[in-house]
T-cell receptor, first 113, second 115 residues
Framework: GESVGLHLPTLSVQEGDNSIINCAYS??????FIWYKQESGKGPQFIID?????DKRQGQRVTVLLNKTVKHLSLQIAATQPGDSAVYFC????????????FGKGTLLTVNP | NAGVTQTPKFQVLKTGQSMTLQCAQD?????MYWYRQDPGMGLRLIYY???????DKGEVPNGYNVSRLNKREFSLRLESAAPSQTSVYFC??????????????FGPGTRLLVL
């Protein structure tokens, strides 16, 4: 889920387990969504995107699910590895603008070896 | 392709000093963006440039100015730095003119400390 205040929600998993990170988005008119990964000291890195005419999209070890009814987005990471440890946040193309994204505050994923 | 590059990586300023953060992209993208990222908060848009020759204010533009020098370069200027501008600054670019790809690609960031 998304953070409140200064502390990010955290998810701690064991190496090899599957991870699910959730995001509630704000605008029912949003038609494009992105998941980013941000490692400590680095810029956000694109993982996967999905358009509103889809419910599911798969990439390499990652799957994004979109539930427009409840405005919910999730990122599933299969066989989580220590290198997956990072902050993950979602972004939505809200308000019909091609130029602006609204970003969530993120979830910290920690993978224990 | 280097993607999006930013300089400098780190900077310490005294209150009232000025500086310019540089950003360049080699992906031939039309749109470029400047964000700031503060602890516990999402990325907040400072300014963006939808295309060469245009700039617009984002969510938190006060205290900043931008210049879209050409299609590749988009700079952010702090005329009189304040401690509240201590943050990590990210530049990004995208190519929404295609109507297909709105993904924004980010640079590595500039860490700014204003004393």
């Amino acid at each position: 889920g998304e953070s409140v205040g200064l502390h990010l929600p955290t998810l701690s998993v064991q190496e090899g387990d599957n991870s699910i990170i959730n995001c509630a988005y704000s605008n029912s008119a949003s038609d494009y969504f992105i998941w980013y990964k941000q490692e400590s000291g680095k810029g956000p890195q694109f993982i996967i995107d999905i358009r509103s005419n889809m419910d599911k999209r798969q990439g390499q070890r990652v799957t994004v699910l979109l539930n427009k009814t409840v405005k919910h987005l999730s990122l599933q990471i299969a066989a989580t590895q220590p290198g997956d440890s990072a902050v993950y946040f979602c972004a939505e193309n809200s308000g019909g603008s091609n130029y602006k994204l609204t970003f969530g505050k993120g979830t910290l994923l920690t993978v224990n070896p | 392709n280097a993607g999006v590059t930013q300089t400098p990586k780190f900077q310490v300023l005294k209150t009232g000093q000025s500086m310019t953060l540089q950003c360049a992209q080699d992906m031939n993208h039309n749109s470029m963006y400047w964000y700031r990222q503060d602890p516990g908060m999402g990325l907040r848009l400072i300014y963006y440039s939808a295309s060469e020759g245009t700039t617009d204010k984002g969510e938190v533009p006060n205290g900043y100015n931008v210049s879209r020098l050409n299609k590749r370069e988009f700079s952010l200027r702090l005329e009189s730095a304040a401690p509240s501008q201590t943050s990590v600054y990210f530049c990004a670019s995208s190519n929404p003119a295609t109507g297909l790809e709105e993904t924004q690609y980010f640079g590595p960031g500039t860490r700014l400390l204003v004393l």
